[in-house]
């Protein structure tokens, strides 16, 4: 599984666009990029998956480049509720159920 | 709400015990993985099961082992509890793969936090 950096911490403020970058250098070709969101003591929540170019949902965007070695997450005007650990993983969309995570990014929301 | 549900959500143990942790998953759902999660660091897959056989281990030893059963429930037992077993133990439901994209989403339960003494 390809390995991935991301910053450990990241602050922002209420009603801001927040961009957290991903490096996954090694990413191989059937690999997807996926972000989970943790908030203490839950579970994490998938928000976003990709494979390349840009996805958008509802409550994010993910922008990957054309050689796929790092990934963006963009979380649109930010509040309070955001704070959060985001992990970014990358692998193969059949084995991703059995998910490497890194140590993600603390993103805190200030007001 | 994820409909992935643990129990029990706290659990103290003294070391040298034995501990069952339960889950069920999504109505479903075939796929079931745990994880543990020690404080400040990210989720580290322990083992899968798909349709009541393990279909994956990571770097645990044996005394990890789990069960799941056909009515989407399983669990997770732990052998000989080490201090370091002090952790929050995740399970994470899916289902099967249909299609190329969001077919591999894991549905997470709150988990169970573990204090080994």
């Known amino acids: 599984l390809a390995k991935t950096t991301q910053p450990i911490s990241m602050d922002s403020y209420e009603g801001q666009e927040v961009n957290i970058t991903c490096s996954h250098n090694?990413?191989?070709?059937?690999?997807?990029i996926t972000w989970y969101q943790q908030f203490p003591s839950q579970g994490p929540r998938f928000i976003i998956q990709g494979y390349k170019t840009k996805v958008t949902n509802e409550v994010a965007s993910l922008f990957i480049p054309a050689d796929r070695k790092s990934s963006t997450l963009s979380l649109p005007r930010v509040s309070l509720s955001d704070t959060a650990v985001y992990y970014c993983l990358v692998g193969d969309a059949g084995s991703a159920r059995q998910l490497t995570f890194g140590s993600g990014t603390q993103l805190t929301v200030l007001p | 709400e994820t409909g992935v549900t643990q129990s029990p959500t706290h659990l103290i143990k003294t070391r040298g015990q034995q501990v069952t942790l339960r889950c069920s998953s999504q109505s479903g759902h075939n796929t079931v993985s745990w994880y543990q999660q020690a404080l400040g660091q990210g989720p580290q897959f322990i083992f899968q099961y798909y349709r009541e056989e393990e279909n994956g281990r990571g770097n645990f030893p044996p005394r990890f082992s789990g069960l799941q059963f056909p009515n989407y429930s399983s669990e997770l037992n732990v052998n000989a509890l080490e201090l370091d077993d002090s952790a929050l133990y995740l399970c994470a439901s899916s289902g099967d793969r249909q299609g190329a994209m969001r077919d591999t989403e894991a549905f997470f339960g709150q988990g169970t936090r573990l204090t080994v003494v």
């Open positions: 090694n990413i191989a070709t059937n690999d997807y």
